[in-house]
């Protein structure tokens, strides 16, 4: 919790001939990151040299490209679709012996026949667009080639020609040019041409058909159709295929991917004519148990050792290690960055405070049922494990939405039967009377800029423990101070406007007793907070103190969770007042034709208001939430950039061992 | 505007309209300032994401700074209207 899972950095040696058992073992564990060996490449260096594949890797390879191919054929993917019964090895096996060539063979034929007769299909295509200028010329299109004496010009002109020389011409008009087809005498070829160019003459080739243009074009409509339905079907034909062996497909698939990972598995390792040499990282909780389990696998013809880590210089790669109910909100923090090894791992805070600022931003119980029902509508579109932790992190999202909304007394912008429990959003839109006190901004506010202040807090006293894990020296003390410098001067800013001015909800220090030169306790307090934290920031860096109003702008930046959520409740209240006060409401009270049209708009209305309402809701709600922890929270202490853990071996779906 | 014949219920009802008028003006301009800004960032953020899917994060956060303006804004026309 709050940091990354602890990691052992684990060295096994084996001779090689024991290299598949344990490739296999640690593949199965699924535990172990591969730390690559990199050859130096010193010259005249003899030692480890990088492994070569294991037997099978390059028919496998093979393999994989022919299914994947099929695969490709069918718009299948291994990810979307969901593992009925896991095939056993022999099975397998012998399916991939049996039946895949047969498959493959038969898919390649069809697949290579449709596109022969896609390309034929376009062929015909081109030709018919070819003829289109031609149409409506009714003349065989034989008799306008092979002349000696004369010489055919067609094609599209933007205005009328007149031509001075013999000619015999055909114009078809058409909207902004028109297609001419013009015979005249060869030897008035040049000057005929030159005519035409005036009227930016475009040349069209004539079609080498036999037959009017009409006549052709029909014929080969009637092919392309001939075409499609074979087309179709062998689209049939594919489509029972892909039908009855789409559970195989995917799992040759991942037989093959499987093999080829594994035979690849020592191009990773250092080796000698001899030995192999494998270095990585296990969760330090597993370490034992991997020794064991190589142990087992090569009856004991295996050294496996524990190296010493270095935290800070060793790049260890980071594992989440959070309780199961935060575990969805790492996607949040990837999408920002990974934690390094030594730092705080902020996940749980962000898994319990997101929701929370969500449900202060969209604090409403229709839009959070709704948005509950969205949630597990999409679950049964959206398969994959991103989408799926999205999914959660947007339910806890919508539960406290509708937790607030109880506290707050909003449903779709009406009050719910009860007064609302805490400061009340209820604004006065369209000139009704205002139920209760009224909207309580100024509370609302302050009860922002409150939790501003504590998280910022927070995040500073954060920082000063990442500083104090990271860095060494005499800068460690410098940085921490620094850290504890900003918290000083912003309580210190606090304080003085305490002393000068009453809020709602926070203290009121204008009474505090004077003790010199006319400074309460308070103001002297304040002055001497805020010089110290700028001692502590400028010894740590000077430039740093540019940065001081950015104290101000992020604690003033959390009202947002107030003003954003009031834009909403303002929103849902206006479509309210315009759907039943100004259509439903008068349109009931005398019912008439015009009434129930009126009444039809007015629904209208409600549900195009409220779903658009509630799609921003959802993007306000949910980017500012992410925002506020992104920029105010984020820049005080997180840094990110961790490596990724990712074992060797891969959760099989659709095979077993 | 200072007309004699004005009752104090029409001088009321003009400082009310003030208030709603500077309100609107709150968050109407300082929307079209963090329009400005955005726009910049947020094309060279779809540029970077564009090349590199991993920048999506680091784009978001960039292209969501300017969003303070306009929260300013809201809340001045919140604490101006109630």
């Known amino acids: ?657 | 505007m200072a007309d004699v014949n004005m009752t104090l219920d029409m001088v009321q009802a003009s400082q009310a309209g003030m208030k709603a008028i500077g309100a609107g003006l709150a968050v109407g301009l300082t929307g079209v300032g963090t329009g400005v800004a955005e726009m910049g960032i947020g094309a060279a953020a779809v540029g970077a994401i564009a090349e590199n899917k991993d920048f999506f994060g680091l784009g978001l956060l960039f292209t969501v700074i300017p969003e303070t303006i306009v929260i300013f804004g809201l809340v001045i026309a919140l604490l101006l209207l109630f």
């Open chain 1, 1 to 657: 919790m709050l940091a990354p899972k602890p990691m052992s950095r684990v060295l096994i040696v084996a001779s090689r001939d024991q290299a598949v058992p344990i490739i296999q073992e640690l593949y199965r564990g699924h535990l172990f990151h591969i730390e690559d060996y990199v050859e130096q490449g010193r010259e005249g260096y003899e030692g480890f040299k990088i492994g070569t594949p294991l037997e099978g890797a390059t028919e496998a390879s093979a393999e994989l490209i022919k299914v994947r191919a099929i695969e490709n054929v069918f718009a299948i993917r291994g990810e979307d679709i969901e593992a009925k019964e896991k095939l056993g090895q022999p099975q397998i096996r012998s399916q991939i012996e049996k039946d895949l060539p047969g498959i493959e063979k038969e898919v390649e034929e069809l697949a290579g026949a449709r596109s022969k007769l896609d390309t034929k299909s376009k062929e015909y295509e081109q030709k018919i667009a070819e003829l289109a200028p031609f149409l409506e010329i009714p003349v065989d299109l034989a008799l306008l080639r092979g002349f000696r004496q004369f010489s055919v010009l067609a094609g599209f002109v933007n205005r009328d020609v007149s031509l001075t020389v013999p000619h015999e011409m055909q114009v078809v008009k058409g909207k902004d040019r028109s297609f001419v087809l013009a015979i005249v005498p060869e030897k008035n070829r040049t000057e005929t041409e030159r005519l035409f160019q005036d009227a930016q003459f475009q040349a069209v080739t004539i079609p080498e058909e036999n037959g009017t243009a009409m006549a052709r074009t029909a014929y080969y409509t009637e092919q392309i159709a001939a075409l499609k339905k074979e087309i179709d079907a062998i689209n049939t034909k594919l489509a029972k295929i892909k039908e009855s062996h789409t559970d195989l497909l995917v799992a040759c698939e991942e037989a093959f991917r499987v093999k080829i990972e594994q035979a690849e598995a020592p191009l990773r390792f250092a080796t000698t004519s001899k030995v192999f040499v494998a270095e990585g990282w296990v969760p330090a909780d597993r370490a034992n148990g991997i020794s064991e389990a190589l142990d087992r696998a090569t009856g004991g013809k295996v050294f496996v050792t524990e190296l010493p880590v270095d935290p800070l210089h060793d790049a260890v790669p980071v594992e989440y290690n959070n309780p199961s109910f935060a575990k969805p909100a790492q996607m949040l923090m990837d999408i920002y960055s990974r934690p390094m090894y030594t730092e705080v791992d902020p996940t749980l805070m962000l898994a319990i405070v997101f929701p929370l600022f969500f449900g202060l931003i969209l604090g409403d119980v229709g839009y959070g049922l709704l948005l509950l029902i969205m949630c597990f509508a999409l679950r049964r579109v959206f398969k994959g494990d991103e989408a799926r932790e999205f999914l959660v992190v947007l339910r806890n999202a919508s539960i406290s939405s509708i937790i607030f909304g109880i506290l707050f007394s909003e449903f779709l912008g009406f009050e719910l039967p009860w007064a609302p429990i805490i400061f009340s959003r209820h604004l006065n839109i369209g000139g009704a009377e205002a139920a209760g006190q009224g909207p309580a901004i100024a509370q609302l506010m302050v009860v922002a800029i409150w939790i501003g202040i504590l998280h910022i807090t927070l995040g500073r006293a954060l920082g000063m423990i990442n500083h104090a894990r990271q860095d060494h020296g005499p800068h460690r003390m410098k940085a921490v101070l620094a850290n504890f410098g900003w918290i000083t001067v912003m309580w210190g800013i606090i304080i003085a406007i305490w002393s000068m001015f009453a809020m709602p909800l926070m203290p009121d220090l204008r009474g505090a007793p004077i003790i010199a030169a006319g400074l309460s306790v308070s103001i002297v307090l304040s002055i001497i907070f805020i010089v110290m934290g700028l001692i502590f920031i400028a010894r740590d860096s000077v430039l740093e103190i540019v940065e001081l109003p950015t104290i101000i702008s992020h604690v003033l930046s959390y009202a947002r969770l107030v003003a954003v959520g009031l834009s909403s409740v303002a929103i849902a209240m206006v479509v309210n007042y315009m759907s039943i006060g100004m259509f439903i409401g008068p349109a009931l009270k005398n019912l008439s034709i015009v009434g129930v049209v009126l009444i039809i708009v007015g629904v209208l209305v409600f549900v195009l208001g409220h779903a658009l309402n509630l799609a921003l809701g959802l993007l306000g709600g949910g980017l500012h939430s992410i925002r506020l922890h992104y920029v105010e929270f984020f820049t005080k202490f997180y840094k990110g950039g961790g490596r990724k853990y990712i074992p060797f071996g891969m959760k099989r779906r659709f095979t077993e061992d």
